[in-house]
């Protein structure tokens, strides 16, 4: 609660000079799916229809632009968060700098999580495999499928813990991509419950906040429609922008507020 509690109030500090960052962030993260509601006008789209067209040329080219440009302008924000909470003067152009210092290192990064990803989850697949026919031979066909989803998911949700500080790890403190992924494992191992609980607390202030303004804006979300359209997959990405860029400088604040925290931890177990 002490981390959560100083992440908030960083967030509520910072808000009005990271606002427009995060809103950046918030944009570029939703502007593929904008651009592909686009080309589905009012009719009605299906998850292959959506699959087809994200895998397509100038689709896939637009999301690997905003992916290379996403890892900038989160490299940008960090440097800023980091100047705001150490009383440091903001400055974009100091910090853009240091984001194009670090892009080369968190490209590298990204694909290396990529590829340590692909390799727990093929892990996962086979132990999830050989748990779901222990299962199977219990409970019936129904328990391999469980047993083999719930195997990958833990895994997934593993790995992201444990790489999710490797941004932090190079653009605050200039470590290379194998440096800032080892610094992130060992930050998070040893204190894997408290982490994984600062988070869940977020997550759930995050969910009762998403449930209030879906209730709020509920009849105009009924005026759109189906949000199985083109209309309608364009207005949930806008939403989800906005949600973006209002609750982004909360989420970035008490993620580094654990950051510190963790490295403070570390320090203290070593000495």
Request: charged share 10%; hydrophobic share 60%; glycine share 8%.
């Given at each position: 609660?002490?981390?959560?509690g ?12 990271l ?16 651009v ?25 080219s637009?999301?690997t632009?905003c992916?290379?440009f ?13 100047h ?5 003067a903001?400055d974009?152009?100091?910090e ?6 670090a ?25 999830g495999a ?20 719930s195997?990958?998911?833990f ?7 444990y790489?999710l ?33 600062v ?16 209730i ?32 982004g ?19 203290l177990?070593?000495?």
């Amino acid at each position: 609660m002490d981390v959560l509690g100083a992440g908030l109030r960083l967030g509520a500090g910072a808000f009005s000079k990271l606002f427009l960052a995060t809103t950046v962030l918030a944009l570029v993260e939703s502007l593929p799916n904008m651009v592909m509601a686009t080309q589905f006008g009012n009719e009605a789209v299906t998850p292959e229809q959506r699959l087809h067209l994200q895998f397509g040329g100038l689709q896939l080219s637009l999301q690997t632009g905003c992916l290379l440009f996403l890892l900038l302008a989160q490299a940008v924000t960090l440097s800023r968060l980091d100047h705001l909470a150490t009383g440091t003067a903001a400055d974009y152009h100091a910090e853009i700098l240091q984001g194009l210092k670090a892009f080369l290192y968190l490209f590298c990064a990204f694909f290396l999580s990529i590829v340590i990803a692909f390799v727990a989850m093929a892990f996962a697949a086979a132990v999830g495999a050989l748990v779901g026919l222990l299962g199977a031979l219990l409970l019936g066909k129904a328990a391999f499928v469980a047993l083999l989803v719930s195997v990958m998911v833990f895994m997934l949700l593993y790995v992201f813990l444990y790489l999710l500080f490797v941004q932090y790890s190079i653009v605050l403190d200039g470590r290379g991509p194998m440096q800032a992924i080892n610094r992130s494992f060992n930050l998070v191992y040893g204190h894997w419950w408290h982490t994984v609980a600062v988070l869940l607390l977020s997550v759930l202030c995050l969910a009762i906040v998403v449930v209030v303004c879906g209730i709020a804006f509920s009849p105009a979300m009924l005026a759109v429609g189906s949000l199985d359209t083109g209309r309608g997959l364009f207005v949930l990405s806008v939403l989800q922008m906005i949600g973006g860029a209002v609750f982004g400088p909360f989420l970035l604040a008490v993620i580094y507020m654990l950051y510190r925290d963790l490295k403070l931890r570390s320090r203290l177990s070593v000495s």
